[in-house]
């Protein structure tokens, strides 16, 4: 018996264009496209070649112009201020086009590029849409990164312009953010014409005068700037995300797919609606705060909270229940690690008791792979669905999904269910073949990949190639590795490159040994992703010293530490390390990660027939017994 879910999902693959052509019409265009989906350039695509449209004017204006201007766009939820504020989406509509005016005065215009470095505050959502409204590219870097990182950004986009605020607030400390922009720019090549300082009651920037202006003065005598039509394949953000170096990969995502294809997934997937009201718990410098606290939201038209906060500890564990029963939230997204984290401290869940959230109907989990104990926590506290779903930086919406407003399937613990319509999701071997249903291989997507999904990085077409197409011709390669069984579900196993998902926050292990083996010290290292009870993984590394080193290793270890927390960032929570006399290498000299990660975890393992020494096996053993991991794990 066929449900809606399979209408659908099959419409999609026979007839992608038409499928994608009619969801578009939901979407205001200045300019209907000429050609629904573009192949003559493979493997490169290209949707809605000749359509034009502005972001915008589709998240905001649209609404105001159909009669919907006193719906609430907008809940600011700061429990670390102590604030609750309202926009309505005419209210929203004119701080936007008041600082697209701003960027405007400054030089901005379509194309140019524009870092945002900020807080959980709404005026990083305004900053956003009002570069969308000029056609202006924003770049918006999470505020856990070093001043090294935000340099690396700086020098890629070569922003115009970067919008910042004088700090960031933590559970238990502000984090100043005017003097890491200052030592990012300091660091960079490219240099910003100007800085926009959004100043915060907590922490009062000095300015550089002639570089930097205040968010609050410019805003008193700006003039509101209307929309400006873009080409639907016009970027309308680049999102930096962890690749396999130390330099990250600049996602680029266009104006119409985008537009096109989150609108649709709001009702598809999340079963949302105009009135309801929508909550994503994460940061608006993730993929998932680009794409579910300000874009898909707004262009629902439906309201959308942006919450300052953590699950634990501002002020305790039922703040996700005070929000969504103060707010009336009818689904809420967040990553597993938050509901780690509440479970931890409530692990009876007796705070819910405490709230009435008889609105809540859905929670939906991504960012790492849902653990069976805390997707059956939540069902049995909440008493509603727990939907985990699968997706990327790259794709910018689901790839895997229960699709909640087409037909909820039943779960299966460890898999995000079936693939989202638009998505031909296979398993393949090495030799690009087809595997059987229950066999383990690599998870690839049939190209053309969805509208919404990247189209290129940002000014490296060869090295999207590289990284996504080349490795198996004619699919994008996830990089993820899992399976798919007889009745459709896919289950997504493991990374197949160095990236670890740390507290669902993206890292490359790669990067983080980048800044060991700078170490004078250090003669060769290695880091890897251990289980982590609360954060899903964290990273540890081991250092082999070079000869003659007779400082005290605790002090080595302390300096390396700070070093990833220095040019990473302290998001990276790189806290453990260790020295050890050598490293488990296979006689071509590759470092056997895979098995120093099971002694880590303390799950069984084989001694791999390729290790040069088996010895150094039992050396690894000591040295993470000596740190906690191993058969020492708690
Ligand atoms: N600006 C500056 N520093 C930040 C930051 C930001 N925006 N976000 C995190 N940090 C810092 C933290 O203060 C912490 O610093 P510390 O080492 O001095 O303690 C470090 O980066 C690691 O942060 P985090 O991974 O968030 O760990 P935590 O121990 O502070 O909190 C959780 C743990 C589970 C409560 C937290 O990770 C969380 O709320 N996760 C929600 C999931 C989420 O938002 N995922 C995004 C994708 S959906
Ligand atoms: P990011 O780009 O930060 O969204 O991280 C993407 C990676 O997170 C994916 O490639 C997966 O490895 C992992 N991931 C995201 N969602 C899930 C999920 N629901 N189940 C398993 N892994 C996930």
Redesign the pocket.
Known sequence: MTNQYDEVYQESMDDPEGFWGKVAEDIHWYKKWDKVLDDSNKPMYRWFVGGELNTCYNALDYHVERGRGDKVALIYDSPVTDTIKKYTYAELTDEVAKFAGVLAGQGVQKGDRVIIYMPMIPEAAIAMLACARLGAIHSVVFGGFAAKELATRIDDAKPKVIVTASCGIEVTRIIKYKPLLDKAIDLSSSKPEKCIIFQRPQEEASLIEGRDVDWAAMMADAKPHDCVPVAATDPLYILY??GTTGQPKGVVRDNGGHAVALKWTMKAIYDIDEDDTWWAASDVG???GHSYIVYAPLFKGCTTILFEGKPVGTPDAGVFWRVISQHQVKCMFTAPTAYRAIKREDSKGKMIKDYDISCFKILF??????DPDTIQWSENNLNVPVI???????TGWAI?ANCMGLHHFPVKYGS?TKAVPGWDVQVVDPNNNQVAPGEIGALVVKLPLPPGTLPTLWQADQRFKEAYLEEFPGYYK???A?YIDAEGYIY????TDD?I?VA???LSTGAMEEVLSDHPDVAECAVLGVEDNLKGQVPIGFLVLNAGVDRPQEEIIKEVIQDVRDRIGPVAAFKTATVVKRLPKTRSGKILRGTIQKIADNTPYNVPATIDDPVILDEMEQALNSIGYGKARK
């Open positions: 995300t962890s993730w993929v998932v989990l991504a960012g790492e792979r849902s985990d779903h699968w997706w990327q930086t790259e895997a995000p996830t990089a993820d899992g997504v196993m493991a990374r990236i998902n669902g926050h993206r």
